[in-house]
């Protein structure tokens, strides 16, 4: 908080920060947003929190967004297949839809089911993440049980003239990928246009290999990105965003015509997001930032049956349209030079309009929220309160707590407290012949204590959290429908250090997780109780490497802890070469030792581990 001011206010929800590299061993330091909405350094921070850099994503080269975020400390995924197939988000073991994900600020993701396509984020697009560990209900609300993710859309950056972009990429499993972009402005306007387009043949999303099941499932993606900014004069600024991602992913599942009848047919899902957001920031006052905010999200999915039998003429797959809108106003108010109080409202609408029926098909949610920030001296301070006001529900009110002690000068002790809610889903609900009317929202109480130390020679810190969720919705297998149970108890450790090593930058994360049904003792379905990453990489003059070791432990298919999936760990490796400032080439290989693994399994058997991949791409950068 000490190094909080007036200027690092005025980019306040300004999500088109410019820093560089997140890695403890830079020189310059890196700022966050999401954590407290407010900008600050992540040394200043009293929120765990990872950031990846546009300068980690061309490192790491990662194939999709997923493979990047879950080389975060205590972040999971869950895969049915190759790419484009449906994955779930598990941050510290929360279910999917506990952890709000934004672009730029705007919360995305389908209503009916809860939790955003991250298959439609291509990274090629992405500057960089942000992920804030713990409830974050008390600043955005319902979802944020688990966490935030932000994700801040590629800029460029470009203040003097046109500046072009290119890059072509090439890899197997018949991929490839073709990146163009275009930026320009100068001190008062910037804009950028981005295009990708990526194809992959892909491979078999399950085992069953009978019948139209033993086809590759192939993935295909077109995306733009739009944004700009004008500044009016030196107390008023604007921003504008636009991205649309459409994408034809190919799956296996059994294909039904009537309750009881079963026919072959090769399935695919049509998908499309938009994502579009106009943000105003006005210094009223020498110590009043006012931030006006406007956004809108829509997800729209539709399945597609290529039937065999002409008896299945006719039958068609679901269709689902959700539009999310959000309005906001915000407040930072600067009090003397250590104090910064936030005051905020929010309206959220949701709608959903589908080829099935649903009980109700929009929900509107308003909120007010208020923040204060102290810095007195070796202590920190930070606490805030939400309240939401569900048309559906009723009303809410969250709050958290955090004080952070510098103990000595390199030791740093936090210890925080934050509440949280989350409303079933559109699907929980409504879904005909799977959702519950009758189903709760979920609140939940995260108590953690973390430990930093930053030396001369790296950062290490750790971090033990315990979060208890009541009324947990969660799906079960047997009785193929959503479960309220009583409750989930989810605890764990998180370890993470950074330094260097004979010019190798080193970074090493583990989680060790027990989440468990406080009614039964089972584990919860799918989460792994200890994982880790280590990821080291070194730049010469033109030469450029980095090494990446993923392991993930057991855990359980089903809810009756009887359906064990074993443990695996994944070797990826890239390399780049620099010919000059406008030329750059880089080669990327994943799961270099082709390793086989499941990490989840479904009605006709194991899903499919992707395989050995590699990816050459060419990259060219005007002056």
């Given at each position: 908080m000490n190094k909080i001011t007036l200027s690092a206010l005025s980019s306040v929800f300004a999500f088109t920060a410019t820093t560089t590299v997140a890695q403890s061993h830079n020189a310059m330091e890196t700022t966050i947003v999401t954590a407290t909405r407010t900008e600050q350094s992540i040394a200043d921070s009293l929120a765990p929190v990872t950031v990846f850099e546009r300068a980690d994503i061309e490192r790491i080269q990662p194939v999709d967004l997923q493979e990047l975020l879950a080389r975060a400390v205590g972040v999971s995924f869950v895969r049915n297949g190759g790419r484009g197939a449906a994955t779930s988000l598990f941050l510290r073991g929360n279910q999917s839809n506990h952890t709000l994900v934004l672009i730029d600020g705007v919360r995305i993701g389908s209503a009916t089911l809860g939790s955003p396509s991250l298959t439609n984020l291509p990274p090629e697009l992405i500057e960089r993440v942000e992920i804030v560990r713990g409830s974050r209900s008390s600043l955005y609300g319902s979802e944020a049980i688990g966490g935030v993710v932000n994700i801040i859309t590629r800029k460029y950056h470009s203040t003097n003239g046109v500046k072009p972009l290119l890059q072509l990429g090439i890899g197997s499993q018949g991929s490839s990928k073709v990146l163009a972009a275009i930026s320009g402005g100068n001190h008062q306007t910037q804009f950028n246009l981005s295009a990708l387009q990526e194809n992959t043949d892909g491979v078999d999303n399950t085992e069953d290999k009978s019948g139209v099941h033993g086809d590759k499932d192939s993935f295909e993606q077109t995306a733009y990105n739009l944004t700009a900014s004008h500044k009016i004069n030196e107390r008023a600024s604007v921003f504008a965003l636009y991205q649309n991602s459409r994408s034809e992913s190919d799956y296996d599942t059994k294909c039904y015509g009537t309750p009881f009848a079963v026919y072959s047919c090769s399935p695919y899902t049509l998908s499309e997001v938009n994502v579009a957001n106009i943000r105003g920031e006005f210094q009223v006052l020498?110590?009043?930032?006012?931030?006006?905010?406007?956004?809108?999200?829509?997800?729209?999915?539709?399945t597609k049956h290529s039937y065999l039998e002409p008896g299945a003429v006719g039958v068609s797959g679901d269709s689902f349209d959700t539009t999310r809108r959000i309005y906001s106003v915000q407040n930072d108010l600067l009090l003397g030079k250590d104090h910064v109080l936030t005051v905020g409202f929010e309206r959220l609408l949701d709608e959903v309009d589908s080829s099935l029926n649903y009980g109700e098909d929009s929900r509107a949610n308003k909120a007010v929220f208020a923040q204060w920030q102290a810095d007195f001296g070796i202590v920190d301070l930070t606490i805030g309160a939400r309240n939401d006001d569900n048309e559906q529900f009723g009303t809410y009110d969250t709050g958290n707590a955090s004080v952070g002690v510098q103990i000595a000068k390199p030791v740093k002790l936090i210890a925080s407290y934050g509440e949280g809610f989350n409303a079933p889903t559109f699907n929980d609900l409504y879904y005909p012949f799977?959702?519950?009317?009758?189903?709760?929202?979920?609140?939940?109480?995260?108590?953690?204590?973390?430990?930093?130390?930053?030396?001369?020679?790296?950062?290490?810190?750790?971090?033990?959290?315990?979060?208890?969720?009541?009324?947990?919705?969660?799906?079960?297998?047997?009785?193929?429908?959503?479960?309220?149970?009583?409750?989930?108890?989810?605890?764990?450790?998180?370890?993470?250090?950074?330094?260097?090593?004979?010019?190798?930058?080193?970074?090493?994360n583990a989680t060790f997780l027990d989440a468990t049904d406080t009614s039964t003792d089972k584990d919860l379905r799918r989460r792994a109780s200890k994982q880790f990453n280590i990821d080291t990489d070194r730049q010469w003059q033109h030469w450029g490497a980095s090494a990446g070791l993923r392991f993930v432990g057991k855990r359980y298919e089903d809810t009756n802890n009887t359906d064990e999936l074993g443990s695996y760990a994944l070797l990826d490796t890239a390399i780049s070469y620099r010919f000059n400032e406008q030329l750059k080439l880089n080669l990327a290989l994943k799961n270099i030792f082709d390793r086989e693994y499941v990490s989840a399994r479904g009605s006709l058997g194991d899903y499919q581990a992707i395989g050995r991949e590699a990816m050459l791409s060419i990259t060219y950068t005007g002056k």
């Open positions: 020498q110590n009043w930032l006012l931030t006006l905010s406007a956004g809108e999200s829509k997800d729209q999915s539709q799977y959702g519950v009317a009758t189903l709760k929202p979920e609140t939940s109480e995260n108590h953690e204590l973390e430990l930093r130390i930053d030396q001369a020679w790296g950062t290490w810190g750790a971090s033990y959290f315990q979060n208890d969720v009541d009324e947990l919705i969660q799906y079960n297998p047997a009785t193929f429908g959503p479960d309220q149970i009583k409750g989930a108890k989810l605890k764990g450790l998180e370890l993470s250090m950074a330094t260097s090593l004979y010019q190798w930058n080193i970074e090493a």
